[in-house]
């Protein structure tokens, strides 16, 4: 693949930054040094928040959570973060989160699931069920669920499992990884691809499960679900330069096979993790403005494609 002519100048810049505080050879250390590795390349990417928005730190039930609020609000975002399931929390993600609230006039509550290796699957998304019902029953008015990467994945997660239970406005996916195959497509057309590798995700799947995936399971792989049916109008933005590009459009085509509402935005020339890059990269801070647009339609129970 021909990443020179795929990624900009502005991306490169932003992924040898990146890789200045994150070498790619990171995932190969020990789960600590992983982790702070991760939390001081976030804090040097942190671009503070919004005039007007605050923060508050609170639990629901046993799980931590952070609020974000710019006003009175009746639409909630429900926010897993990103990370592997295995890095990240509730700081890594803490500008994104207050930056979604103030620009789509939202109230965010950010999501701090338990990680692996500490807490194997189906840990993280028993995390995120049982907060998503929280927030639900404590905020009412609409409910829309989010998150990047390993959190798009426990949110799509959520949205299966919740049928009949709770009802979501929408749901949000940026780069998410939902169990596609990864022997074929994206997966083996950006194997290498710069921030994410096919290597990384097969090793963050073996600490993830402890072992191989299970087959057949939707709380793991959103992908492997028989029923995509009565689902919430979803939006999915994935980036063109990532292993998981084709786990969106896959996702896409079973929602309107099911019936459903879905729209799949592949952002050329992007890779994986360019929340960061918002503030720094043209292509970035375009893709973002999609974001807020997106989670602006689904609150207002509005669909456009």
């Known amino acids: 693949m021909d990443y020179d002519t795929l990624i900009d100048a502005e991306t490169w810049a932003f992924i040898h930054e990146t890789e200045g505080y994150y070498p790619p050879d990171t995932i190969s250390a020990g789960i600590a040094a992983q982790r702070a590795t991760y939390d001081r390349m976030c804090r040097a990417f942190f671009t503070g928040y919004p005039d007007g ?10 799980v931590p959570i952070r609020i ?24 890594s993600h803490d500008d994104v989160c207050a930056e979604l609230c103030a620009r789509s006039v939202v109230r965010v509550v950010s999501v701090d699931y338990r990680l692996s290796p500490e807490s194997t699957h189906p840990a993280a998304f028993d995390d995120a069920l049982g907060a998503a019902q929280y927030v639900a029953l404590t905020w009412p008015g609409t409910h829309i669920l989010a998150g990047d990467s ?5 949110a799509a997660a959520v949205a299966h499992a919740s049928r009949g239970a709770m009802s979501f406005a929408g749901l949000l996916l940026i780069y998410p990884g939902l169990g596609g195959d990864m022997t074929r497509g994206s997966y083996r057309d950006h194997a ?13 799947e073996q600490i993830r499960f402890d072992g191989s995936a299970p087959e057949n399971d939707p709380t793991a792989a959103p ?41 799949w935005v592949n952002e050329a020339g992007l890779v994986h993790g360019y929340l960061r890059a918002r503030h ?3 292509r970035a801070r ?20």
């Open 150 to 154: 390993a959190g798009g994945n426990l």
């Open 192 to 204: 290498h691809a710069p921030m994410l590798t096919l290597d990384d995700l097969k090793a963050y």
């Open 280 to 282: 720094k990269v043209q």
């Open 223 to 263: 992908l492997t679900d028989s029923d995509f049916s009565n689902l919430p109008s979803t939006v999915i933005i994935t980036a063109e330069c990532d292993p998981l590009a084709d786990d969106g459009r896959d996702y896409r085509d079973a929602i309107h096979a099911a019936g459903g509402k879905a729209v």
């Open 68 to 91: 974000y609020e710019c006003g009175a609000h009746d639409v909630t975002v429900i926010y897993f973060h990103g990370g592997g399931f295995v890095v990240g929390g509730l700081d």
């Open 286 to 305: 375009a893709s973002f403005d999609r974001i807020v647009a997106a989670t602006k339609m689904l609150a207002a129970g509005e669909w456009h494609d």
């Open 53 to 62: 928005v605050s923060a508050q730190d609170d639990r629901a039930g046993s």
